[in-house]
């Protein structure tokens, strides 16, 4: 569930502030944890499609940053499906009182566009493993198959995964820009409801 907390004005002032809901710590363990996953991913994404399709260097190290690429896409993929399923079932706080009706929009649109892209970039890997057929991880296990081997139709999975992947980094990129925009510029209490110690600059 949401938790309020009073987030002083700039000149440290509490009162006459309205309440500023904050995410649950359940809620904002599974951020964090996604984020931090994500500064993995992407560069082990970058550098191995750089070695496997650049340099077309297939050596053990191309082939341990595929296995890390593949498994951190299934834990990614699995721990926004359970983050989703939480914010359905909690709720998540209401917007932050002091703003416009379009920044709450372009807010809300911008967290279901993560949502999406979080459960379709992954999911359209793994489908694409699937197709070629490369499940193996690190030569101890096989992922499980979605989808029957067809290396054609895995070319069209991998495209979209990639095209997507670029999305993705941009929501990314925006999401942080505003958090930025809204501490540094604005001084409202939208990062704070992530990082409630955070108090308003």
Same mark, same amino acid.
């Given at each position: ?48 499609? $750089? ?34 399923? $939480? ?27 993560? $949502? ?86």
């Amino acid at each position: 569930m949401a938790q309020r907390e009073r987030q002083p004005n700039p000149s440290g002032a509490s009162a006459g502030m309205p309440e500023v809901e904050v995410y649950s710590p359940v809620a904002r363990a599974f951020h964090w944890i996604v984020l931090v996953l994500l500064v993995i991913q992407i560069p082990v994404g970058l550098v191995m499609a $750089y070695r496997g399709n650049v340099l077309n260097v297939w050596d053990a190290l191309t082939n341990n940053l595929y296995s890390s690429h593949k498994l951190l896409g299934v834990t990614i993929l699995a721990i926004v499906l359970a983050r989703l399923a $939480y914010r359905l079932l909690h709720g998540a706080p209401a917007d932050e009182p002091t703003l416009e009706w379009w920044q709450k929009a372009a807010s809300h649109v911008t967290h279901w566009s993560l $949502y999406g892209m979080l459960i379709v970039v992954p999911l359209l890997g793994w489908l694409g493993v699937s197709r070629y057929p490369a499940l193996n991880i690190f030569g101890l296990f096989n992922l499980p198959g979605l989808v029957a081997p067809d290396k054609q139709a895995a070319e069209a999975f991998f495209f979209l995964h990639k095209a997507l992947a670029i999305v993705l980094v941009l929501l990314i990129g925006a999401h942080v820009g505003a958090a930025m925009f809204h501490h540094f510029i604005r001084k409202d209490g939208v990062l704070t409801r992530m990082l409630p110690g955070l108090r308003r600059r």
